[in-house]
């Protein structure tokens, strides 16, 4: 576990996780990755962006596909040197201390929390072509019936994850093999039903221009649905043999979302009866495909039947992914304690390795991102923008190991690591800008509120980390600059409801593309030169390698 550096005389030390069972496999971490990927993105994505861009939604795909397959990558890699539970909460940890530490775990926390919730409203909004009392039809806000229904989803979420983890993959495994299943099924029926005039409806192939494609990717549930590639790296700790595992799991996972997702798009657009696009794709007001889209474009194809599978699959898909996202949580939830920034109750576990009191605690956060959000596209937003929040920490974290560490075992090494690491930043930062102001302040106002709670949870720990500010002392101007440049910025192109945005479009289109980009990357070689020394990032890695004795309770974690 130990070997001595070949520079400098500090000691590398492998981190380890105590309580935890390794009793999951290569096919198990790839589909753990796989149902978060498949999940109610699939089931809506394709509506929303062509709504947003018209066909040109295509590119959309393709550019969100690219973009994730870089940060997919980076984090092939740090999963594999550093296999621990929750780890996206943690690199960061490990790279700078606890400033930024705190950060990206609240991030990681956030992003994992929020998703549990907007799969249940998937299965809601679905549910609803069955159970009308589900959702108003005018609206598509959850009734109180339907919030009733959710938190009892969640409840059923939270019960299955109690089982030991081997089972959990097992469960996990067959409702994932569906979950793929199908999809592939469904973009091969659907390609007998193809109508070629659909990719030039009325108002052209890009109604709305490029802006509006980048829009769509993060606002329309484009990143939304390729979220959760990383969860394989959040379960590293329960991984067998994970430096030959985990990369592979990632990549696998990642790009076979991309295709599936690709060819959903291609599918949707061309089976969807030219009748209804006379006003083009931003204009359709069927009902049955704005609760139901795959599902009613088969029923209007003749496809009765295989409307009924995909309305059968509406509550299968979300509820594989809502699942593994609420056993996401709990590890990282289990992550943030064992760098003492959460309450050391997160690290509890039961005879079975399941972090317990983090996975009541995750059901808990779960209802509370409930409440503000009544819908699932109005909470998709701030769950992609936390994420890709969350996804920053790791080309930050690499870029800082690459410098710091550069003898350390590496089982993968990203290609050409100088150039992806920034810019998977850079993408991560386009990706928060496009989201639009509105989502930008939403989200600032939940990291405040989090970093008064981890806080108050610090200040009555007496093992809680030093507060290392100086290598984390350009995170604050990097929040406050997306912020005032998504103010000035053109994003969102209209405000909810028909209403006037609210940010004020001062910095013209193109521009704004090359000021986030130039920003970012001056943000990034700012951190590499404040990153924590070697001896540090070192020290901080032996102090997750052990067993600890947690206090007043007698158990260890």
Known sequence: MASES??????????????????????GATWASETSIIGSGWLFGALFATQAAGP???YGWLIGGACVVVLALLHAELGAMYPIAGGTARFPHLAYGSVAGISFGFFSFVQAVTVAPVECYAVMTYGSYYWHGLIHAD??????????????????????NFLAVGMFARVNNVITWWKVAIPV???????????????????????DGIKAVFAAIPSAGIVFAYLGFEQADQLAGEVKNPARNLPRAIIIACLLGTAIYILLQVVFIGAMPPSELTKGFGGITNTEILSGPFAAVAALAGLGFWATILRIDAFVSPFGTGLIYQTSTSRVGYGLARNRYFPQAFQLVNRNGVPWFALIMAFVFGIFFLLPFPSWQSLVGLVTSASVLMYAGAPLSLGAFRRKLPDAERPYKVPAASVMSPLGFVICSMLIYWSGFVVVWKLGVVLVIGYVLIGISMAFDPKRPPLEWKSAQWLLPYLIGMGIISWLGQYP???????????????????????????????????????????????????????????????HH
């Open 6 to 27: 070949e520079s400098g005389t500090a000691v590398e030390t492998r981190p380890a996780d105590v309580g935890l069972k390794r009793e999951i496999g290569l096919i």
């Open 56 to 58: 040109a939604a295509l």
């Open 139 to 160: 609206t598509g806000h959850i009734t109180a019936t339907g919030f009733i229904a959710t938190i009892v989803l969640m409840a059923i979420f939270t019960a299955i």
């Open 185 to 207: 099924l469904t973009i091969i029926i659907l390609f007998f039903k193809f109508h070629p005039g659909n990719f030039s409806p009325p108002g052209g192939f890009m109604p």
């Open 493 to 555: 192109l209209k405000g909810d409801g028909g209403a006037p945005p609210i940010n004020t479009f001062h910095i013209p289109f193109w521009w704004d593309i090359l000021i986030v980009a130039a920003f970012s990357l001056a943000i990034y070689y700012w951190a590499m030169f404040t990153g924590l020394p070697r001896e540090e990032t070192l020290e901080l890695v032996a102090r997750q390698s052990g067993v600890e004795e947690l206090p007043d309770t007698g158990l």
